[in-house]
């Protein structure tokens, strides 16, 4: 069987998940007994400022591969905050699937939009992609998405993925698998939640996805 193609913030669901989709499987929220090197875990941390703006803070570099491109169709808001939820979700995207193109399970872009449960999920996600030597190429689209902020300092969000451009292209020949025919699992409904760091950047801690969902078809 094909693998499945779970992009991004699916990273944060079990990897065994990976593996199953397309065998008509369930996915899962990410587990919480794996832990990542210098991600956080527990709920002891200290609250938090409001987020800064995006160029006071220093970011790493995001980098990817030129067959790949992204369609989010996230409306911009009156509100500060539900604005930096959306754009450090993005970066956190590309960053698992610059850690993916670089074969990089632990690189420190995703690692600084993630902590606890979604950056050890990410890690899992990144590590298939090793394993099978394998990157993403093609169009990836957002969109649907609703954020909910509580106390200026978490975050919910909601949205939803269309996955039907987008691929896994083999390293080692340099082919691109794609899927027979179209499908309701092309679409992929995310539920995430968030916290603005010291930095004044929103790190994703958790995410849960439900492919098929009917929320999210055309």
């Not at 987020?51 to 509100?79: N, Q």
């Not at 193109?101 to 979604?118: C, I, M, V």
Request: charged share 30%.
């Amino acid at each position: 069987m094909n693998r499945p193609l779970h992009l991004a913030t699916a990273a944060l669901a079990a990897s065994a998940a990976l593996l199953l989709t397309s065998c008509g499987s369930d996915e899962k929220s990410s587990g919480g007994d794996d832990k990542i090197a210098g991600a956080e875990q527990g709920d002891d941390r200290k609250s938090a400022p409001p987020s800064k703006p995006a160029g006071a803070v220093e970011r790493p570099e995001i980098k990817l591969p030129s067959d790949l491109s992204y369609k989010f169709e996230w409306a911009k808001s009156s509100d500060k905050n539900k604005d930096a939820v959306l754009a450090d979700t993005e970066r956190y995207v590309k960053a698992v699937d610059m850690a993916i193109a670089e074969q990089d399970p632990l690189h420190k872009a995703y690692r600084f939009y993630s902590e606890g449960e979604a950056a050890a999920g990410s890690q899992k996600f990144v590590q298939e992609y090793v394993d099978y030597k394998d990157r993403i190429t093609g169009v990836k689209r957002f969109y649907n998405a609703r954020v909910d902020i509580t106390g200026g300092r978490t975050a919910g969000l909601v949205y939803c993925e269309d996955q039907r451009k987008a691929h896994n292209k083999s390293l080692k020949t340099g082919k691109t698998a794609k899927a027979a025919a179209p499908s309701k699992d092309d679409y992929v409904l995310y539920s995430s939640r968030l916290r603005v760091n010291e930095k004044g950047v929103w790190v994703t801690e958790t995410t849960t996805s439900d492919r098929g969902n009917a929320t999210c078809q055309p």
